[in-house]
């Protein structure tokens, strides 16, 4: 069966460089996001980034049924770094 990339996704300062940044290969993707900037403007650039992975062929459906994903254990998402602000 084939390994499972790791994903990690951090809240990043990217200097107002773009609203997120990444760093994919076969063994772990990287997500960067910046939510000091608006969040269409996050959303739109989540859009593309997936979007150009989904068009270039670097991510596919391929041996990725669900059957196949079931059976690897998954991580509960951290809480947006906000969340603590009350």
């Known amino acids: ?3 499972v990339p790791r994903v990690r ?3 990043v300062d990217l200097a107002g460089e773009a609203a997120v ?3 994919d290969s076969a063994h772990r993707y990287e997500l960067g996001i ?5 969040p269409d403007e996050i959303a739109d650039a989540l859009t593309d980034l997936f ?3 989904v068009d270039t062929g ?7 049924g669900a059957h196949e ?3 690897h254990a ?3 998402a951290a809480p947006h770094p906000r969340d603590d602000l009350s």
């Open 74 to 76: 998954s991580e509960e």
């Open 58 to 64: 670097r991510w596919s459906r391929s041996g990725t």
């Open 1 to 3: 069966m084939t390994e």
């Open 51 to 53: 979007q150009e992975a």
């Open 69 to 71: 994903i079931a059976h």
């Open 34 to 38: 910046d939510f000091s900037r608006p």
């Open 9 to 11: 996704v951090r809240a």
């Open 21 to 23: 940044a990444s760093y």
